[in-house]
């Protein structure tokens, strides 16, 4: 069905910009444990995914199929390929040598985290974010939780630098409703919500949908709540040998966005740094060297 080599997931890529916000977390719903997650029921897979079993259907013609079977078909057909392939496996770097010391244990984990979200990025969200958050005319809101809120500081931190119109929303949720007052179409609400999920984020997202803001998310590879709320989500690995998750495949993300966006700002994002720039050198806030 697929056709000219093309895979199930080649074909969601492709569709991505024009699927709906729903199926499109059903997508990336199926990225997350391709292509087992495409095997299980139609009732099962809309169940993970939170949409509607005629979603899935919907999304499956709109990838060239007849219905979600024909697209489960085309799945078999791909794992039984891959099934006949010789077996290949990331370099562990020690992961599991119990002799290897914690530090490279710990990098492994991370390498793999890192490997596995730019395995799973959707690239067509990566730039349709960048462009909304290059794009001045709309205001940016961003707000993290109680382990990502340094991602969500330093993302703001980076976007005032290079654009004007970026708030943090600070953590404090008695402060929140003040600034929804604020959000309308035009607003971006930028979300971080790794497990445990905090359900004030989801509070928050909601409120921000009713008033029309759109909704960028960066989330782990279970997913967050927040998912089918999200207009662009990010799903990035995190676990590791550790009590707590690591963010370090989040930053990469949030990093290249940064990028990204100053590179969409052109010459105003310079002249913005530029004038910081000349700010700094008048307070003396930094030391000269000269």
């Not at 977390?25 to 391709?34: K, T």
């Not at 005629?54 to 799945?75: C, E």
Request: charged share 20%.
């Amino acid at each position: 069905m697929t056709g000219k080599g093309e895979t199930v997931k080649t074909l969601m890529r492709d569709q991505m910009a024009q699927l709906t916000p729903s199926e499109r977390h059903l997508v990336i719903v199926l990225m997350q444990d391709y292509p087992i997650a495409g095997l299980q029921s139609i009732t099962e897979l809309a169940k993970a995914a939170q949409v509607s079993t005629p979603t899935v259907v919907r999304m499956a013609r709109k990838l060239g199929f007849d219905g979600f079977t024909a697209l489960q078909d085309a799945l078999q057909t791909e794992i039984s390929a891959q099934i006949k392939k010789p077996i290949t496996k990331l370099d562990e770097i020690g992961q599991h040598d119990p002799d290897a010391h914690r530090l490279y244990r710990f990098a492994a984990a991370v390498f793999a985290n890192l490997q596995g979200t730019l395995a799973r990025i959707d690239q067509t969200a990566f730039d349709a974010a960048a462009a909304v958050l290059a794009d001045t005319r709309k205001q940016v809101f961003i707000e993290g939780g109680r382990i990502t809120r340094a991602n969500a500081d330093y993302l703001c931190n980076h976007l005032q630098i290079i654009r004007p119109g970026v708030t943090a929303l600070g953590g404090s949720s008695g402060a929140w409703p003040q600034v929804l007052l604020d959000m309308d179409a035009q607003s971006v609400l930028v979300l971080f919500d790794i497990r445990r999920y905090e359900s004030s984020l989801l509070k928050l997202a909601r409120l921000a949908k009713d008033r029309g803001a759109m909704i960028v998310l960066f989330t782990d590879q279970w997913g967050s709540p927040i998912g089918p709320l999200a207009d662009h989500s990010f799903h990035c690995l995190v676990g590791a040998p550790s009590s707590w998750d690591s963010t370090i495949a989040l930053m990469l993300i949030v990093e290249a966005l940064i990028a990204e966006v100053q590179t969409g700002l052109g010459d105003d994002g310079r002249d913005r740094i530029e004038e910081l720039e000349s700010m700094f050198t008048a307070t003396r806030m930094f030391r000269d060297f000269n």
